[in-house]
């Protein structure tokens, strides 16, 4: 009797995974766990049933319906997944942008969430193909916006097509704040579709730094087309939750290990006083994952590595320069 009980409890727990999943497209396990009311172990395991059986797909920290390759949440959805990392990932990219800069900021919403604090950065240009940005951004003393051209993509109301890739044509930024559906470190950053896609390229063409916004559940996730090559990634900007569990730290050891900066933003906390994990790569020979900072203006800080692995930079607010290796 004890066993048919249990067994009921995990057939209607199934169940209401994959309603979420369902309704949602994408779904962490974190949520999962928190509205089921039960660990995350023991999500992990019902998401690899659900899997078996061809109900949805496992991707590192979380659960997408199948297709994921070629299926892209539509932006209601998007907006509630990892809303937290989404903003603490945009709190340590907006530390990397100073009053002058000129930068390419992409579609998605880590990067909206980037554009809110951005509005405070005076002397500040942006380029974008989001309108989500554009709006954020368009009452910002001080920012000046310029739009690409191009055909609306309504799902993550983009601008995309032929338009928005020639009107970046001749274009030169410093930086450019991109987001994806996936992150690898055999292919770099991806996305769903096509049209994106292309105009991702174009934008990251423009600029002669490259930064990637992704939270822990796009680690590891490979999607179908590809918008930027690991070796053109200097940063990466994650969430603390990456470093939770051996695929993500594997992942991010592996991105480190093929000349990405990996910069890891710190979960919320009350006092505010967490400070980023900058992992780089190793020296030859040396272990990978020792964090090094190039010098960064901000109140003259400047970290030389290699350091402990993992050890937390002192710079509170650092804006990082130079790719790995230089000093």
């Given amino acids: 009797m004890h066993v048919t009980v249990c067994f009921v409890f995990a057939a209607e727990r199934r169940q209401l995974i994959l309603e979420m999943v369902r309704a949602n497209g994408a779904v962490s396990l974190r949520e999962l766990a928190r509205v089921v009311q039960t660990s995350e172990v023991t999500v992990r395991r019902d998401v690899r049933a659900l899997e078996a059986e061809g109900l949805l797909d496992r991707r590192h920290g979380g659960a997408v319906l199948p297709g994921g390759l070629s299926r892209e949440p539509g ?16 709190d340590l990219a907006a530390s990397m942008v100073a009053e002058g800069d000129a930068i390419v900021v992409g579609a998605g919403t880590t990067t909206q969430e980037l554009a809110r604090r951005l509005a405070r950065v005076p002397g500040l240009t942006v380029v974008t193909n989001s309108l989500l940005v554009a709006q954020v ?7 000046e916006v310029v739009m690409t051209g191009g055909t609306l993509r309504g799902s993550n109301y983009a601008l995309v097509g032929s338009g928005a890739e020639q009107s ?42 490259v930064v990637v916004l992704a939270d822990h559940g796009k680690l590891g996730s490979d999607t179908m087309f590809q918008t930027v ?9 994650t969430d603390e939750a990456a470093t939770a569990t051996e695929p993500t730290v594997r992942e991010l050891d592996a991105l480190a290990d093929r000349g990405v900066q990996v910069c890891v933003a710190p979960a919320a906390q009350g006092g505010g006083g967490a400070l980023p994990l900058v992992m780089m790569p190793s020296a030859p020979g040396g272990p990978v994952g020792g964090p090094a900072v ?3 203006p901000v109140g003259g800080a400047a970290l030389r590595g290699p350091f402990p692995a993992q050890r937390r930079s002192p710079a509170p607010t650092p804006v990082l320069r130079g790719r790995a290796g230089t000093a």
């Fill in 75 to 90: 932006y209601p959805q998007k907006t509630h997944l990892a809303a937290a990392e989404k903003s603490a990932i945009a």
């Fill in 137 to 143: 951004l368009a009452h910002a003393n001080r920012v």
């Fill in 168 to 209: 970046l044509q001749g274009l030169r930024v410093s930086r450019a704040f991109v987001s994806g559906s996936g992150l690898t470190a055999e292919r770099g950053l991806s996305t769903t579709n096509m049209l994106s896609a292309s105009v991702d390229r174009a934008l990251v063409a423009a600029a002669a730094e």
């Fill in 294 to 296: 190039g010098p960064g």
């Fill in 229 to 237: 090559a690991t070796e053109n990634i200097a940063y990466l900007v």
